[in-house]
């Protein structure tokens, strides 16, 4: 998982109740080098890090003061935040906006206070905006816009990369800060373990998912899979390489003092390509149809369905983004195709699969 040769470290882990700062702080507890991960959330510790020693559990709100006293004195080496709010709120958006980016701000506030030496930030693809302009002979770099202004996990991630850009270009630059827009994160561990609510619940079968009524009924209507334009793709990315790519950056000396990579296999999954993976037949709407639906389903089920403001777009128009940057910089090579991290239950967390069988 790296190539590390350090020692003694530690590691500040956000959002480690979570799906990827849970996966973080389990997989990086297993390396020598790491001495403690001090991991933060406002939920309370997991069953998969409950009997790690390495693990130190603070029960807090980033938003909030407080917990920033419980580690000042840790010597701290490497800060991973992952603390997000993804799904929107149907009513409580402040709630939302300062958990996220208030919490997000104070976190970097405290990372560069403390010059901790390495940064990594989780962002997303979704701030590039998904545009009917898009287009799939040219993929988005890191260099290129984030335009998104409607879909509020797009525009609250875009905010806070601009915070964290502006607190690092008045810093002394003694925080190496590395960004990763990972494209949709899947695996064994998001199919079995997490219980995620979104497209692929849908199109799953009812036996890789937990139950949830709202979510079942949708799934079981959605004979067909709507499809609103020919463009419309998909890339995954596998949990096992967002792994390696952070370790590859926490655990690497790296030159470089600040960078962005987006996260992302090369390969793209098509509409009809998905439809067939999940067996269903293609419909093709228009996209203003998916609009009204999106609106509907929103106001209708408050919020209960994810079709939150803007969100309408992304299952009409593609995002499709070049993730090379990080093998041509650093030689990383991705183990998992898109298709293979949609399909394959394969990976560190292959065991989820087998618990759940076996459990039936």
């Known amino acids: 998982m790296s190539n590390a040769k350090f020692s003694n470290m530690k590691i500040l882990i956000t959002g480690a109740a979570g799906y990827i700062g849970g996966m973080l702080a389990d997989q990086f507890s297993l390396g020598p080098e790491v001495e403690e991960i001090v991991c933060i959330d406002k939920d309370p510790i997991t069953d998969l890090l409950r009997e790690n020693k390495k693990i130190t559990w603070i029960k807090n709100d980033l938003s909030e003061d407080g917990w920033q006293k419980e580690i000042e004195n840790k010597k701290i080496d490497v800060a991973i935040h992952c603390a997000w709010q993804i799904r929107d709120f149907y009513i409580q958006s402040r709630l939302q906006k300062r958990w996220n980016e208030i919490g997000s701000e104070k976190f970097f506030d405290f990372v560069f206070e403390n010059k901790i030496k390495k940064l990594i930030h989780f962002s997303t693809v979704s701030s590039y905006g998904a545009l009917s302009s898009n287009r799939l002979d040219r993929p988005f770099i890191e260099n290129d816009p984030q335009r998104e202004d409607e879909y509020r996990y797009g525009v609250q991630k875009k905010r806070v ?3 964290l850009k502006k607190k690092f270009s008045g810093s002394s630059k003694e925080t190496q800060v590395f960004i990763v827009r990972p494209t949709t ?5 998001e199919r079995y373990m997490m219980g995620k609510q979104g497209l692929l619940y849908v199109l799953r079968g009812t036996e890789t998912s937990k139950k949830s009524g709202m979510m079942n009924m949708l799934r079981h209507f959605l004979k067909s899979m709507p499809v609103a334009s020919d463009d419309w793709c998909r890339q995954y990315i596998h949990e096992d390489d967002v792994t390696d790519i952070v370790g590859l950056l926490a655990f690497s000396k790296i030159a470089e003092k600040y960078e962005v990579f987006n996260i992302a296999p090369k390969d793209i999954i098509r509409a009809n390509e998905m439809a067939e993976i999940f067996g269903r037949k293609t419909m093709r709407v228009k996209p203003w149809l998916v609009r009204i639906i999106f609106d509907l389903a929103w106001d209708f089920t408050w919020g209960r369905i994810p079709t939150s403001p803007g969100g309408w777009r992304f299952f009409c128009f593609p995002i499709p983004v070049d ?11 991705y183990m998992y195709s898109s298709k293979d991290a949609l399909t394959k239950d394969e990976g560190r967390y292959a065991y989820a699969k087998k618990a759940v069988d076996s459990s039936q």
């Open 185 to 189: 994160i899947t695996g064994p561990r």
């Open 323 to 333: 993730g090379s940057k990080i093998t041509s910089k650093y030689n990383f090579e």
């Open 161 to 163: 990369e601009f915070y």
